[in-house]
């Protein structure tokens, strides 16, 4: 973060100020008390399971330069620290961010999408750090505190700035994006997912799209044109050039081959540029043709991004590839929604097959009133692949296995636990085993407890190491 003026600082964010007037400058900002460094700024979170107003102390004794706080009653029995008073401490947080986003020179790109933000997002980061300065949200940072703590840690020599914006009720993107007044906005996929709180995919189109609201005026619209018709890209009223990526014909950058190896894809765009790829699955090649849009975009050649993207590894918890002695395994489970299920499918059915296919599948969260029926549209949907096993995870995926044929074998349970319990039941030597699920369900237990037993895990291409 460029350093800001304490009084520079307290202004945007509406704040008033008790204790002494601290001397010096805001070098950065923080939530975390155990991270804070010297000068900092030290916002006090309240989350789920820590609130920050319980290491205030502790923070302003590592050295910040003061602490952005909401409770009055922290102001009134602290009184003679650096304390800042605001009514909302996350809202605080935003407006300091939104005040910062004038303050620095980079191009700010925002990413969204039912499925493969995060994945579309680090394509970008890589393809544009071959050769420019630049940073990326970390992990999943897509939310009203991680959008604006990437925008604060842009430094004066960043080119380039990539923001993921994720939601789950409506307004939450144009709140996100209207800190963010992004150069570019990117909408990769539009599926079935939060409809818990979206309501309909009409809705997640419009709450998707709500980015295009925010975008500055000669900036540029990145759309899946598979998902998106021209009907739909635009919210009413906006007017911005649209640069369409796809397997449709009308699409400005289109797939127009594709293969799947065992090390990852090779596909065709145009009909003219090649990319090898470490990654699996068609939908990561379409999530790269975004990449291809943005860092054209910004001046690189095809040349230079299809090199880039043959470097590419995939972010953790997402097709990662892992092999447990004779046992592959493809992992994939930060979240579930049919759209993401599918593409898990399609990755496990072009997948050569000398042994058993096992899908292990978790419960799709936040579907709302269509839970049961999507679950059972999954089912059918398996019904008519290569699977050979089958098991089940959460009371919702219970639902799939009622919907297969009776070819596959099946077997459910109620928790991961209970799955990574009972492995032997539906592991056996030379599987190829896909696991899928909503975070939630924390899959992650059963190849926890598969290393547990002393079998060695080796990565392989396409894995984070």
Request: a negative charge.
């Amino acid at each position: 973060m460029n350093t800001l003026r304490f009084e520079e600082a307290i202004e945007a964010i509406a704040g008033r100020f008790t204790g002494p007037a601290p001397q010096g400058s805001v070098c950065g900002v923080s939530i975390d008390s155990r991270t804070v460094r010297a000068g900092e700024l030290f916002v006090a979170v309240p989350g789920q399971r820590f609130d920050g107003h319980n290491y205030v102390e502790q923070a302003i004794e590592r050295g910040a330069r003061a602490a952005v706080v909401s409770r009055r009653d922290l102001v009134a029995a602290k009184a003679g620290q650096p304390l800042v008073w605001v009514d909302d401490t996350v809202v605080a947080l935003g407006r300091l961010a939104s005040y910062y986003r004038d303050q620095i020179a980079a191009t700010v790109i925002a990413v969204t999408g039912s499925n493969g933000k995060t994945t579309t997002r680090a394509m970008i980061h890589h393809v544009l750090s071959d050769r420019r300065q630049g940073r990326q949200a970390q992990k999943s940072f897509n939310n009203q505190i991680g959008v604006p703590l990437t925008l604060l840690s842009a430094e004066g020599n960043d080119e380039f700035l990539v923001l993921e914006l994720g939601t789950n009720h409506p307004g939450e993107i144009g709140a996100l994006a209207s800190i963010a007044r992004p150069e570019m906005g990117v909408v990769v996929s539009i599926g079935p997912a939060h409809l818990e709180g979206l309501g309909s995919i009409e809705g997640v189109i419009r709450e998707k799209t709500s980015l295009f609201r925010h975008v500055r005026k000669g900036g540029l619209a990145v759309v899946n044109r598979d998902c998106l018709s021209p009907v739909d890209e635009l919210p009413e009223g906006v007017k911005l050039p649209v640069v369409s990526f796809g397997e449709s014909a009308e699409a400005h950058v289109r797939l127009t081959a594709f293969e799947q190896r065992a090390e990852g894809v090779r596909f065709q765009y145009n009909d003219r540029f090649e990319v090898d790829m470490p990654v699996l699955g068609r939908h990561n090649a379409l999530n790269a043709l975004a990449a291809v849009v943005v860092a054209r975009r910004l001046g690189h050649s095809d040349e230079e991004i299809a090199a880039r993207l043959g470097t590419f590894s995939a972010p953790e918890m997402r097709l990662e590839r892992m092999r447990l002695g004779d046992v592959e395994l493809i992992f994939d489970a930060y979240n579930a929604n049919p759209a993401s299920v599918i593409a898990a499918l399609d990755v496990l059915d072009a997948s050569e097959k000398s042994g058993r296919q096992v899908l292990v599948i978790g419960d799709m969260g936040e579907l709302g009133a269509d839970s049961e029926k999507l679950h059972r549209e999954i089912g059918r949907r398996i019904a008519t692949t290569c699977i050979d096993v089958l098991v089940t995870v959460g009371p919702r995926a219970a639902v799939i296995a009622e919907e297969c044929a009776d070819r596959i074998t099946r077997h459910s349970y109620g928790n991961s636990n209970e799955a990574a319990g009972q492995s032997g039941e539906w592991l056996r030597s030379g599987d190829l085993v896909v696991i899928k699920g909503s975070r939630a369900m924390k899959l992650e237990k059963i190849v926890e407890a598969l290393q547990g037993e002393g079998k060695q895990i080796h990565m392989s291409a396409g894995s984070r190491t």
